[in-house]
């Protein structure tokens, strides 16, 4: 079976064209990743017979959409598996199946690569480019983790019907490649069933301008379909530009409005998010560091009849809630050596690790309910609605680790 498929996906390779879905048993054995071969295990060793360990299984697709059907368990065995895609994307949280005991999960993952046309493509940052990060590659990427994983099958098929959720914005928002940094935008997925995708373009360190300069709304321009969404988070680095022009009623508005229009003239829908807060506690309460920004992003939303999702308000809710030691949790604060390799101790009141990412993508979700966005009909069965005022309890949060670590900080602040 595996030399036919191997030989199928060349064959349609070389003729200049590409396989659209795929069925693999994965109780048997497959090959490490290959270019030619055009799907296998990747990035780390392939388990061996009876090994129990987590692994990548990649498969080489063309850019768009794609229906995941794992079906997990093991028929020796009782195991413990999630399912993540590409750059850590949640699908699948840590799921318990039975010695003979299976469980099928199917979602939607958009696959995407830097190209836009024959001559124009995304300015991709350095880290981007890492042969490690699967965002911006021509495989599609499935990470099967877990304290014991067990998957018997995955099938993969070209989706052109979901509808997408396009995603703009930074470090708050990217699909960050490696632990222990994390975004809503990554988490996001796990809440949305099989008709809708999530395309993360976002990128850290970006401005509402610099994302326009590196043609990622190009990028998603290229790929949206009427009625999908593009939401849109920036302000954490806007903030800091000084150059001439800047500052929350020029060049961010300004920016602003190219989304709103250039979105609105494909007959895609925008949405506006307010920057999450950072944290910093004055008296038990947050003291924001945004400026004016967040006023800024509304007045042009209510002139312009744009949804907005106030996740600078929500956010600011969240840490209070947890308190000023307590809000660290969902923030990469972490002791000297928590990590391999990892010299100092980590203290960023920016970034969130997986639980923060979690939460957060909680408030969006919320948001989204709040205003009655006709998606939110796609969430999955197992939803239930949230409050910041209340977060969920972070020591019940079980996140396995993926191999990919790097405790550098991300870009922006």
């Not at 099928?104 to 981007?128: A, C, G, N």
């Not at 009625?227 to 954490?236: A, Q």
Request: charged fraction near 30%.
């Amino acid at each position: 079976m595996k030399k036919i498929i191997a030989l199928s996906i060349a064959a349609m390779m070389s003729a200049g064209l590409s396989a659209q879905s795929f069925d693999f048993d994965m109780t048997k054995e497959q090959p490490e990743y290959s270019d030619e071969a055009g799907y296998g295990y990747d990035l780390i060793a392939a388990p061996k017979k009876k090994e129990v360990k987590p692994y990548f299984f990649s498969v080489k697709v063309p850019d768009g959409n794609y229906k995941v059907t794992v079906t997990i368990g093991s028929k020796s065995r009782k195991a413990n598996t999630t399912v993540r895609a590409e750059s850590r994307r949640l699908y699948v949280e840590p799921t318990d199946t039975k010695k003979k005991e299976f469980k099928t999960y199917s979602f939607v993952v958009s696959k995407r690569s830097p190209r836009i046309d024959d001559k124009t493509s995304v300015k991709l940052k350095p880290r981007e480019k890492d042969k490690d990060n699967f965002s911006w590659d021509d495989k599609l990427t499935i990470e099967i983790n877990g304290s014991a994983p067990a998957v018997k099958n995955i099938k993969i098929e070209r989706d052109d019907n979901a509808r997408t959720i396009f995603l703009c914005g930074n470090s708050t928002v990217t699909d960050q490649n490696s632990e222990p940094y994390a975004s809503w935008g990554q988490m996001i997925t796990r809440w949305f069933g099989d008709n809708v995708a999530i395309c993360n373009v976002a990128e850290s360190g970006l401005t509402a301008t610099s994302f326009l300069y590196q043609n990622r709304l190009d990028k998603i321009l290229s790929m949206m379909k009427e009625g999908d969404y593009v939401f849109c988070e920036f302000g954490h680095n806007d903030e800091k530009e000084k150059a001439p022009g800047s500052g929350p009623w020029f060049n961010y508005t300004y920016a602003l409005k190219k989304y709103i229009d250039l979105v609105r003239e494909k007959g895609g829908n925008i949405v506006f998010c307010t920057p999450t807060q950072r944290r910093r506690f004055e008296n038990g309460k947050i003291v924001s560091s945004h400026g004016e920004y967040p006023a800024a992003m509304k007045l042009t939303a209510e002139k312009c009849n744009v949804p907005l999702i106030d996740l600078t308000q929500m956010t600011t809710t969240f840490y209070e809630a947890l308190g000023e030691e307590n809000s660290k949790k969902s923030l990469v604060h972490y002791a000297m050596g928590t990590f391999p390799n990892q010299k100092k101790e980590l203290a960023d009141n920016t970034h969130f690790n997986t639980w923060g990412a979690y939460e957060v993508a909680k408030m969006v979700v919320m948001g989204m309910k709040k205003l009655q966005l006709p998606v939110v009909k796609e969430l999955k069965s197992d939803w239930t609605d949230y409050d910041p005022a209340h977060p969920d309890d972070f020591n019940k949060f079980v996140w396995p680790l993926s191999a990919k670590l790097d405790v550098t900080k991300p870009d922006g602040n």
